[in-house]
T-cell receptor, first 112, second 112 residues
Framework: NAGVTQTPKFQVLKTGQSMTLQCAQD?????MSWYRQDPGMGLRLIHY???????DQGEVPNGYNVSRSTTEDFPLRLLSAAPSQTSVYFC???????????FGQGTRLTVV | GQQLNQSPQSMFIQEGEDVSMNCTSS?????WLWYKQDPGEGPVLLIA?????ELTSNGRLTAQFGITRKDSFLNISASIPSDVGIYFC????????????FGTGTSLTVIP
C-alpha cells in the first residue's frame, strides 16, 4: 500500500500565483485533513473532510479551498499565494474519528 | 484555537537514559495522541489514549492519559540513537468533535 501520497514535495510560488497541492490515499479512509506546520508551532488544521462531498473548516482556513469529490483524493488549493503561506503542508487520513493516524510526507511550499 | 503546552522544548540526553515529556491543555480532552517526526517526513503515530488514567506502552515507550483529562505524559526508557527526532502530542477536545490540536514538539537528541 502506498498510504497517503502528497505531490509535489517541494514548490516555489510567486506572490499571487495559484496552485493545488495534491493528496491521495489508497486505504479507503473516510476522514482526510490538511495541516500546515510552521517553525515553533504545532501542526494546525486548515480544512478537513469526513467523507466524499463533505468538507469543513479547521483552525486556519483563510486563503485555502478544498473539495472532496472522491474518497481517495483531497486537494488543497491556494487561490492567490502570499508569503504568509510559506510552510510545510501535511495531508492526513484515518478510518474513523478517533485517531489522526496516517500522514503524508509533506509538501514544502515557499512563496516569494 | 486551542493551545497545547508541550515541555520540554528540547532535550539532550546520553544513550541509555530515560526520557520524560508532557503536554497540557486548557480544556478537557477525550483523546491524546503521541507522534514522532523524523526530518523531512510526516509524523508517525506512536501511541493513542482514549480514557482518563489510561497507561499504554509501545515497546520502550509508555504514555499516560492524565486523570484531569487536561494532560498527558510520554516516557521513553533506555534511549537509543534512533530515538532522535521531534515528538508531538495531539489531542481532541470533548466539544470540538473532529479537530485535533497539536503541541509545539519536543526535540530529542541522544548522544551515543
Amino acid at each position: 500500500n502506498a498510504g497517503v501520497t502528497q505531490t509535489p514535495k517541494f514548490q516555489v510560488l510567486k506572490t499571487g500565483q495559484s496552485m493545488t497541492l495534491q493528496c491521495a490515499q489508497d486505504m479507503n479512509h473516510e476522514y482526510m485533513s490538511w495541516y500546515r506546520q510552521d517553525p515553533g508551532m504545532g501542526l494546525r488544521l486548515i480544512h478537513y473532510s469526513v467523507g466524499a462531498g463533505i468538507t469543513d473548516q479547521g483552525e486556519v482556513p483563510n486563503g485555502y479551498n478544498v473539495s472532496r469529490s472522491t474518497t481517495e483524493d483531497f486537494p488543497l488549493r491556494l487561490l492567490s499565494a502570499a508569503p504568509s503561506q510559506t510552510s510545510v503542508y501535511f495531508c492526513a487520513s484515518r478510518q474513523d474519528g478517533n485517531t489522526e493516524a496516517f500522514f503524508g510526507q509533506g509538501t514544502r511550499l515557499t512563496v516569494v | 484555537g486551542q493551545q497545547l503546552n508541550q515541555s520540554p522544548q528540547s532535550m539532550f540526553i546520553q544513550e541509555g537514559e530515560d526520557v520524560s515529556m508532557n503536554c497540557t491543555s486548557s480544556s478537557i480532552f477525550n483523546t491524546w495522541l503521541w507522534y514522532k517526526q523524523d526530518p523531512g517526513e510526516g509524523p508517525v503515530l506512536l501511541i493513542a489514549l482514549y480514557k482518563a488514567g489510561e497507561l499504554t506502552s509501545n515497546g520502550r515507550l509508555t504514555a499516560q492519559f492524565g486523570i484531569t483529562r487536561k494532560d498527558s505524559f510520554l516516557n521513553i526508557s533506555a534511549s537509543i540513537p534512533s530515538d532522535v527526532g521531534i515528538y508531538f502530542c495531539a489531542g481532541r477536545e470533548v466539544s470540538t468533535g473532529n479537530q485535533f490540536y497539536f503541541g509545539t514538539g519536543t526535540s530529542l537528541t541522544v548522544i551515543p
